[in-house]
């Protein structure tokens, strides 16, 4: 039997940042009185983009992981991809809500670094 602990995981913690990023876009929306768009309003603006950049990059991710998993990865593979996407994602909103643009930077380059590392991971353990 296939253990889904991983996949469940990157499932649960990143839906809660995606949860709390909108959330984050409701509070400013109040706060504000803005009800459709971003206003003008740079942190909603930003606000925004983040929680859309979330649900942009998760769903590709999570098929992978899935599909690793399937596949019979290792749990070691597994745990060191779903960490290391899920800390990026952190990174990334962090660097985009407090306009720290390291963080952010440094989490964009290592959501893409973990997508690719676990894309060429299924290529490998299919044609293994």
């Known amino acids: 039997m296939t253990n889904y602990f991983w996949f469940s995981l ?13 959330m984050n876009v409701s509070r400013l929306r109040i706060k504000h009185r803005i ?8 942190c909603l603006m930003a606000a925004i983009r983040t929680h859309g950049n979330s649900v942009e990059q ?3 991710f999570a098929l ?3 599909t690793l998993t399937l596949l019979s990865a290792s749990t070691n593979l597994l745990a ?7 800390l990026a994602r952190f990174s990334h909103a962090y660097g985009m809500l407090y306009r720290v643009f390291i963080a952010r930077r ?3 380059a290592f959501s893409y670094i973990f997508q690719l590392i676990s894309a060429a991971s299924v290529c ?5």
């Open 64 to 66: 992978i992981i899935l």
């Open 106 to 108: 440094i989490g964009s």
């Open 58 to 60: 998760l769903p590709l």
């Open 80 to 86: 060191s991809l779903v960490i290391g996407f899920t």
């Open 124 to 128: 490998l353990l299919l044609l293994s």
């Open 35 to 42: 009800s459709l768009g971003d206003g003008g309003n740079k």
């Open 10 to 22: 990157l499932i649960a913690v990143n839906s809660l940042l995606i949860l709390t990023l909108a």
